[in-house]
C-alpha cells in the first residue's frame, strides 16, 4: 500500500528499526531438511485451496469461518461464516465460489484442484461427493506440514490480523460484513509482495487473458495444420 502512495520503505531498514527496539524475535536454526513442492501454481483455475478457522461473538458464540482462495493469482472468491461446524455449512462456499465462476461442471479446467488439509470436514463423503459432482481432484496438505496449504493458511493470518483481532465481535452478521467489505479490498485494492506488487484482481486479469490467448493461438495451429495435410492417395482415388 505504501508503494502505491509513493512511500518507498526497504524491508532491511523497518527490520533494522524493530531490531534496535527489541520487537523481532530470535531467529531460529536453518531447515536442514529439503523443501518438498510448492502448492504456489502460476495460473489461475488451477488449484483452488480452503481452510477453516473460528472467532468469538458476544451473542453466537463461536463461528466458524472459511476463505475459498486461487492458488495462482490469490483471488479470494468467499469467506462462509456459520455457526454450525458441520460438513455441509462448511463446504458450502466452496460450491457456491465454484457455480459462480464456472456455473457448471462440465465447464470446470481440467486436472483443477482443490487443496485442503486432513480435518474431517474435507476427510468425508460430503467433500467427496462435492469433488464427484464438479469433477476436481481432491489434494491434500502433508500431515504435519501447515505449509502444505499455506496459501490458506497465510490468507487466513492476514484476516486475522487485518480484521478478526482487531475488536470484539457481537454477532455473526457483524462478522460476516465486515469480512465481505474486506474481502473486495483484499482483491481489488491490495497489493501483494508475492504477486510484484500486484493486486488479485489484476493478477488475475492478467493470467486469464493469457491463458484465452494461448487457447486461441493453439486452435489457430490446429486449423492451420488441418486445412495443409496433403490428401492420401486413398483419398484422391475416391
Known sequence: MLRRCKIFVARRRVWKIMHEAKLTFTPNARRCEPRRGTVIVTTSNRRWSSDMTTVWTREDGWVAVTPVIDNGCRSLFAIGVTKSQDAPSILRPIEEALQAEFGDPQTVPDAFELRSD?????????????????????????????????????????????????????????????????????????????????????????????????????????????????????????
Not at 504435519?144 to 487485518?162: D, S, Y
Request: hydrophobic content about 35%; overall charge negative.
Open 118 to 238: 486432513h480435518g474431517s470436514v474435507y476427510t468425508g463423503a460430503d467433500c467427496e461427493k462435492l469433488c464427484d459432482t464438479w469433477n476436481i481432484e481432491h489434494t491434500f496438505a502433508p500431515v504435519g506440514r501447515p505449509t502444505g496449504n499455506a496459501v490458506a493458511e497465510r490468507v487466513i493470518q492476514t484476516m486475522k490480523l487485518e480484521v478478526l483481532w482487531l475488536q470484539d465481535w457481537e454477532t455473526l452478521a457483524d462478522v460476516e460484513s465486515a469480512l465481505e467489505v474486506w474481502r473486495r479490498f483484499y482483491n481489488a485494492e491490495r497489493p501483494h509482495e508475492s504477486l510484484n506488487w500486484q493486486t488479485p484482481a489484476e493478477r488475475r486479469a492478467a493470467l486469464l487473458r493469457d491463458r484465452t490467448r494461448a487457447e486461441h493461438a493453439t486452435a489457430q495451429d490446429v486449423e492451420s495444420t488441418s486445412n495443409n495435410q496433403v490428401p492420401s492417395p486413398l483419398t484422391k482415388a475416391a
